[in-house]
């Protein structure tokens, strides 16, 4: 059963912290990322850029209009995932309880099934 | 024609070069890498110069030829002196029993120490003789993933020190069934995969009956294996009835039965049929007899409910399981009426282990719809699609919900 782990960013929470807490931060993910590889759970994993370089394309009255900024305005925002292949959700859980940012108040991992999966290698 | 005859009489024969270069020098994991490089070299070299006259000698050759490399490769990366490779004859003329090769393969490939998912990648690599990169897309993992999960399984059969032969007679049930679980689990898994745009994967399905007709012929007397096969080919039967042309899924109430397997179905209903009388009787064996009660209805309205009631209540008693309740309050409603069906999902709905699930809403949705109750089907039907994870069973949901919307409110 493949889940997404979403990384919910809060740039307030993250510059709050000292930066030995961020490095310990980096250093988890990649703890995390060798943890899962070895375990044969991992498919991929992406971390997005901030939502300021986002755009947004919508409909409007018929017609697509294009702007500037993320598509909902919220101090939270999507940060980035892990894509797992797992045996259980109480796994998938177990896994997003390993991430670094389910350890950090004011942070925290969502964790939801896949339904439909197409692309590379598969 | 004759490329698929050989690569059917190689995958036949794969797990038998296995087991005997194990049984003969060990090394379980670096034996079935050898294995597959030997099924790689037959096929290109059997294309060209066509099956050689003995082909299960020239594979255990092959095959132990290339571990005696990987072996060389090994002690001289490791620089092990205490692995001492003592050169040995070819085993062109080396015979034990293939028969109880392959069986011990298959419980080393589903020892208890390992998790499902490589109980899975395993068995079907090391028994099926597919490629890593066959199995990796089967489960619509990437080919990296897969290659761990296997590394990952032979790294712990390798730690666990399990010795190459049949575990011993006071374990040999409980390792049989874990055999017929992963069986079982392959076929669900082509059968109705619960992620992906595909109701069924077809080749994992009909791998899984290889695999278990493989079992069957080793374990001829076993009626649970017997049970377990006779299983797969009466639901496999219906494979290409269960699916429109657009993919979408047909119930079984639905299904135009002159499209199921006729062939099948008599082979499965013989097999349970000889089954039966042997005892004891398990959960695979009333699963087939079930099926085959559906196999063999001429319609829906003319399906042997008030037996199929009796079958899953044998069930019950055998395995504590929430699905098996599920289904047994479907077969109720159908003799019973939806309101009988429907007091049985009551007392289910404080069930742990259904409590996320989508299927007693569906349940529900159709026994209300049965009931006459449209608005309260239409609301469970909905909650169902919400809930499920199968994109197929969500459209199939939606579809029935959209049935029984009034007209008016259409947009």
Redesign the interface.
């Known amino acids: 059963m493949k889940y997404l782990l979403i990384m919910n960013i809060n740039p307030n929470v993250l510059e709050a912290l000292s930066e030995d807490e961020r490095n310990a931060i980096g250093s988890g993910h990649e703890e995390f990322m060798r943890t899962i590889r070895e375990s044969g759970e991992m498919i991929s994993t992406n971390a997005l850029a901030d939502p300021s370089n986002s755009v947004v394309v919508r409909s409007k009255g018929g017609e697509q209009v294009v702007t500037d900024g993320p598509f909902v305005e919220s101090k939270e925002y999507f940060g980035g995932y892990y894509l797992v292949d797992c045996e259980t959700k109480e796994r998938a859980v177990e896994l997003a309880g390993m991430i670094p940012d389910a350890k950090i108040e004011g942070l925290g991992i969502e964790v939801r099934p896949v339904m439909f999966s197409a692309g590379s290698e598969m | 024609m004759a490329g698929d005859r050989a690569e059917s009489l190689l995958r036949e024969l794969a797990p038998q070069a296995l087991g005997a270069v194990v049984r003969r020098y060990g090394h379980f994991d670096l034996a079935e890498d050898a294995m597959q490089e030997a099924l790689l070299a037959a096929a290109t070299q059997w294309a060209e110069d066509g099956v050689p006259a003995n082909p299960r000698a020239w594979l255990i050759t092959v095959t132990a030829r290339r571990l005696t490399d990987l072996l060389r490769a090994e002690q001289a990366r490791r620089r092990r002196e205490e692995e001492v490779w003592r050169r040995e004859p070819p085993l062109a003329d080396y015979h034990t029993a293939d028969a109880d090769d392959t069986l011990v393969l298959l419980f080393m490939c589903c020892h208890p120490a390992l998790?499902?998912?490589?109980q899975i990648a395993l068995t079907l690599r090391a028994v099926g003789g597919l490629t890593t990169g066959e199995i990796?897309?089967a489960?619509?993992?990437?080919?990296g993933?897969?290659?761990?999960?296997?590394?990952?399984a032979k790294q712990s059969i390798k730690e666990s020190g399990i010795p190459f032969g049949l575990p011993p007679a006071a374990e040999r049930g409980a390792r049989l069934a874990a055999v017929l679980h992963t069986l079982y689990l392959i076929f669900n898994e082509g059968y109705a995969s619960?992620?992906?745009?595909l109701l069924h994967r077809v080749e994992l399905a009909a791998e899984a009956i290889r695999l278990t007709r493989i079992v069957h012929g080793l374990l001829p007397d076993d009626a649970e294996v017997a049970g377990l096969l006779a299983l797969m080919l009466l639901t496999d039967a219906r494979r290409l009835a269960r699916t429109g042309p657009n993919g979408e899924l047909i119930p079984m109430a639905e299904q135009d039965r002159s499209r199921w397997d006729a062939e099948q179905i008599a082979e499965g209903v013989a097999l349970i049929s000889e089954a039966l009388p042997k005892g004891p009787t398990g959960p695979y064996q009333v699963q087939a007899a079930i099926a085959a009660l559906h196999d063999e209805a001429p319609t829906a309205e003319a399906t042997d409910w008030p037996q199929i009631v009796a079958l899953y209540e044998v069930l019950l008693d055998l395995s504590d399981n929430p699905m098996v309740a599920l289904n047994h309050a479907v077969a109720v409603a159908m003799t019973s009426g939806p309101e009988a069906g429907l007091a049985l999902l009551d007392k289910l709905a404080a069930d742990a282990r259904l409590a996320?699930d989508h299927r007693p809403y569906a349940v529900r949705a159709h026994l209300l719809e049965m009931a006459g109750d449209i608005e309260a089907a239409r609301e469970a039907y909905l909650t169902a699609a919400r809930r499920t994870?199968?994109?197929p069973r969500?459209r199939y949901l939606n579809a029935r919900a959209a049935r029984l919307t009034p007209p008016e409110s259409t947009p």
């Open positions: 998790s499902p998912a490589s990796a897309r489960f619509m993992v990437p080919e993933t897969m290659t761990r999960r296997i590394t990952r619960t992620t992906g745009p996320a994870t199968s994109l969500q």
